[in-house]
């Protein structure tokens, strides 16, 4: 695993752990980020596009989607149980509101069921930097966005080496004594979200990766209280 990416067995490995987050994925990400999780989820949905077809990639439970009001909107995930728990959730909060239902497909960033300048705009939170191959998820990002369509990414990654290590601190110490103990068990799901965090970039990083797979007006802010990094890109009219 390293900044990049990461081999079949750690991402194997990594699906079945998130998988395992699923019964308690909100309740522990709120706690572990004092609440700030939800904020985030707002800054995202406030930077897509009123109108058009938006697309979540790795949508997990559904706890971005479910709070996207007023959007047509595909959500993509590799793992079945996911979009199982996502759809039902989804869509019943999007029928309350007077949406259309949200299509669910099953795919990766890296390849995506999807032809090309499908989407107005394309958003991932959380789960970035468990892609398998970041570069190639951004190309494929990139091919499925309409020209001018915007990416918009959340996910926590590290200003610098000082930052690195009490970000460590923080998932392994904070996040994991929770997560053991609402998990029960010592060898708890969170300790592969902490791997991830460990081997992810830094912020410029991944602009520099935007940037080379050819999106423009790329930029990077570090979100209060410095627990992640939102990133946006837009594709460019005239791809090269
Ligand atoms: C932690 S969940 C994030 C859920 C949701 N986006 C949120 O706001 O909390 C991360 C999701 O990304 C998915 N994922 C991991 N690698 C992926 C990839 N290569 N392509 C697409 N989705 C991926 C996982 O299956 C998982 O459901």
Redesign the pocket.
């Known amino acids: 695993m390293d900044t990049d990416g990461m081999g079949d067995v750690d991402w194997n490995e990594l699906?079945r752990n998130?998988e395992a987050t699923i019964p308690v994925y909100d309740k522990i990400n709120r706690f572990a980020t004092f609440g700030q999780v939800d904020r985030w989820?707002r800054m995202v949905a406030e930077r897509l596009p009123e109108d058009g077809e938006i697309l979540?990639?790795?949508?997990?439970?559904g706890?971005?989607a479910e709070i996207l009001v007023g959007r047509s909107l595909t959500c993509?995930?590799?793992?079945p149980a996911?979009l199982e728990a996502a759809e039902p959730r989804v869509n019943r909060k999007r029928m309350e509101r007077g949406d259309e239902n949200a299509n669910f497909v099953g795919g990766?960033?890296?390849d995506m069921p999807f032809s090309d300048d499908s989407f107005d705009a394309a958003c991932t939170?959380?789960?970035f930097r468990?892609?398998?191959d970041k570069k190639a998820?951004l190309t494929e990002a990139l091919r499925v966005l309409k020209p001018g369509g915007k990416l918009v990414i959340v996910d926590p990654a590290k200003i610098n080496s000082v930052h690195g290590f009490l970000g460590h601190g923080y998932m392994k110490y904070w996040v994991g004594s929770y997560a053991r103990w609402i998990c029960g068990v010592e060898d708890h799901p969170w300790k592969w979200l902490t791997k991830t965090y460990v081997h992810f970039g830094t912020t410029k990083d991944y602009v520099r990766m935007l940037e080379d797979v050819g999106f423009r007006e790329v930029s990077a802010k570090v979100i209060f209280p410095g627990m992640a990094t939102i990133w946006e890109g837009v594709a460019p009219s005239n791809p090269q």
């Not at 979540?56 to 439970?61: D, T």
């Not at 993509?76 to 793992?79: N, R, S, V, Y």
Request: hydrophobic share 40%; net charge negative; proline share 8%.
């Open positions: 699906q998130l989820r979540e990639i790795g949508c997990g439970p706890s971005f993509l995930d590799p793992i996911m990766t960033a890296e939170l959380f789960s468990d892609w398998y998820g």
